[in-house]
């Protein structure tokens, strides 16, 4: 298996990267970056040009890791070459060509993917196992706060996609379909809040009632760091902590709260991203991509609601 990475990236070079060179040692992989000089960090081939590596990479999958603004067009340019295709969030800027992308990928029988990760991390599935099922729950806040970002950031542009809505909009419609796990279009109550700033979305808030559950959710780019996930039962809150971008590197522990006894759960390392793409190995061989279809689709017309 080969592996083309489509833009350099800072969190390819922190995140994926690694994990080709040293936890997933069959794979290989190559890189097209236009401004990064070369570097003996591994690839087996560099590229200047997009169209190059279209054209020459003979790579299996690509994982692109580009502006928001150059990810509809790409992901099409690839899969219409046949590639199965990663993109980073957010993998579209509308649900129109969300489902553009998923018609081209059914057609192609290729795996389309948004590489939302943080689900893949145990300390989700021990919270879940926590509160015994997501039937239990009644309402979920997620939080994801941060500095405001450095003025050179794509993050801070229009023209390529930016605010916070396109950066940590994946985040709550990735929440909202995990834990609350209702039909989208069954939303009874939608509430949302926008703050901009020169025309750039730097922040946003949500609450959503879904028959007996409820779900809100505050992301910003313009406050202290904050990143966590609560979940509530009748009986017990659970706590998770590096919610959205768990480090793979320290011993992570969640909080239970049950009648007034606060106690806390200590957890063994994990990396969201190595088993991310264990699944999705294991997605290639057996060739079920539908999973990967919906949820993109899924978040796609969640983020639909927020941009509108």
Same mark, same amino acid.
């Given at each position: 298996?080969?592996?083309?990475?489509?833009?350099?990236?800072?969190?390819?070079?922190?995140? @994926?990267?690694?994990?080709?060179?040293?936890?997933?040692? #069959?794979?290989?992989?190559?890189?097209?970056?236009?401004?990064?000089?070369?570097?003996?960090?591994?690839?087996?081939?560099?590229?200047?040009?997009? %169209?190059?590596?279209? %054209? #020459?990479?003979?790579?299996?999958?690509?994982?692109?890791?580009?502006?928001?603004?150059?990810?509809?067009?790409?992901?099409?340019?690839?899969?219409?070459? $046949?590639?199965?295709?990663?993109?980073?969030?957010?993998?579209?800027?509308?649900?129109? &060509?969300?489902?553009?992308?998923?018609?081209?990928?059914?057609?192609?029988?290729?795996?389309?993917?948004?590489?939302?990760?943080? =689900?893949?991390?145990? &300390?989700?599935?021990?919270? !879940?196992?926590? /509160?015994?099922?997501?039937?239990?729950?009644?309402?979920?806040?997620?939080?994801?706060?941060?500095?405001?970002?450095?003025?050179?950031?794509?993050?801070?542009?229009?023209?390529?996609?930016?605010?916070?809505?396109?950066?940590?909009?994946?985040?709550?419609?990735?929440?909202?379909?995990?834990?609350?796990? %209702?039909?989208?279009?069954?939303?009874?109550?939608?509430?949302?809040?926008?703050? $901009?700033?020169?025309?750039? =979305?730097?922040?946003?808030? !949500?609450? @959503?009632?879904?028959?007996?559950?409820?779900?809100?959710?505050?992301?910003?780019? $313009?406050?202290?760091?904050?990143?966590?996930?609560?979940?509530?039962?009748?009986?017990?809150?659970?706590? /998770?902590?590096?919610?959205?971008?768990?480090?793979?590197?320290? $011993?992570?522990?969640?909080?239970?709260?049950?009648?007034?006894?606060?106690?806390?759960?200590?957890?063994?390392?994990?990396?969201?991203?190595?088993?991310?793409?264990?699944?999705?190995?294991?997605?290639?061989?057996?060739?079920?991509?539908?999973?990967?279809?919906?949820?993109?689709?899924?978040?796609?017309?969640?983020?639909?609601?927020?941009?509108?």
């Amino acid at each position: 298996m080969k592996i083309l990475i489509l833009g350099y990236s800072n969190l390819c070079k922190r995140k @994926i990267i690694p994990i080709f060179k040293r936890k997933l040692g #069959k794979i290989k992989f190559c890189i097209c970056s236009k401004s990064q000089k070369w570097e003996d960090i591994g690839a087996s081939e560099w590229y200047r040009n997009y %169209e190059d590596a279209l %054209e #020459k990479s003979r790579a299996d999958l690509v994982y692109i890791s580009l502006p928001n603004s150059l990810h509809y067009y790409w992901a099409k340019r690839f899969l219409k070459n $046949n590639y199965h295709v990663i993109i980073d969030k957010p993998a579209t800027l509308n649900f129109t &060509q969300a489902k553009d992308l998923v018609k081209e990928a059914r057609r192609r029988k290729k795996l389309l993917s948004e590489a939302i990760v943080f =689900n893949y991390h145990h &300390q989700i599935d021990k919270s !879940i196992k926590e /509160i015994s099922s997501l039937k239990n729950l009644n309402h979920v806040d997620a939080r994801f706060i941060i500095p405001k970002l450095e003025k050179k950031n794509f993050r801070n542009s229009n023209k390529y996609g930016g605010g916070c809505l396109f950066d940590m909009g994946p985040y709550a419609a990735a929440a909202f379909r995990i834990f609350i796990n %209702e039909n989208h279009r069954k939303v009874t109550f939608y509430k949302l809040l926008k703050e $901009n700033k020169k025309d750039l =979305n730097i922040s946003f808030k !949500i609450y @959503i009632i879904v028959g007996k559950k409820s779900f809100f959710g505050y992301f910003s780019h $313009n406050g202290e760091y904050e990143n966590s996930l609560s979940l509530f039962t009748k009986r017990k809150k659970i706590t /998770i902590n590096r919610v959205f971008s768990p480090p793979n590197d320290i $011993n992570l522990t969640f909080q239970v709260n049950e009648s007034n006894i606060r106690r806390e759960k200590r957890l063994k390392k994990d990396d969201a991203f190595l088993n991310y793409f264990k699944q999705v190995i294991v997605l290639l061989r057996n060739k079920k991509f539908e999973n990967s279809y919906q949820n993109l689709l899924k978040d796609s017309f969640f983020r639909e609601k927020l941009i509108k």
